[in-house]
């Protein structure tokens, strides 16, 4: 097992550098499915604002403690914190500014920081259903497993032609 790694050191580390930088996002989303309506924790908060350049969303508790909890988006990378929600309309987002709202959500499992994954939003301007959050979620995860599998596919071609290179070497 040592020769293999004196003889093939990059060819390892590209291996386990794509293992952890791809599948630690891979492990979060089999980890939290998504979950059922019945099993949404709920609480009251008045939404402050609805980010548009990421899925975050800003509340003020009763107690008038600040948070932010995020409505589900898809990452691919550890490498990247950009993550868009594409699921509320510009009408939507504009329209929960400032809304006193129930907000329904899971807790994110494994991961690090903590997140709480908004799943649905009742508020008296408008309700965001969990049909609607839940449909958004499960298009881009698809989208993402045929983008996963190509960025496999391309990884494992770069490994083959550097485990081929580092081959003729020894």
């Known amino acids: 097992m040592r020769d293999l790694f004196k003889k093939y050191p990059r060819t390892i580390f590209l291996a386990l550098a794509f293992i952890v930088i791809f599948g630690y996002p891979f492990i979060i989303r089999w980890k939290n499915p998504v979950p059922s309506e019945n099993n949404l924790t709920s609480f009251h908060a008045k939404i402050i604002d609805v980010s548009e350049i990421n899925d975050g969303v800003t509340l003020v508790f009763p107690e008038g403690v600040v948070g932010r909890a995020f409505f ?52 008296a301007a408008i309700d965001v259903p969990f049909s609607q959050i839940k ?36």
Request: glycine share 4%; proline share 2%.
């Open 72 to 123: 589900p988006a898809v990452n691919n990378s550890i490498l990247t914190t950009d993550r868009r929600f594409s699921g509320l309309t510009i009408t939507q987002a504009k329209l929960l500014k400032n809304c006193d709202a129930t907000i329904y959500g899971k807790k994110v499992d494994w991961q690090f920081p903590s997140r709480f994954f908004v799943w649905r939003v009742d508020c």
């Open 135 to 170: 449909s958004t979620y499960e298009k881009e995860v698809d989208f993402n497993r045929w983008l996963q599998f190509g960025l496999v596919v391309i990884v494992i071609f770069v490994l083959y032609l550097v485990f081929k290179k580092e081959g003729k070497k020894a």
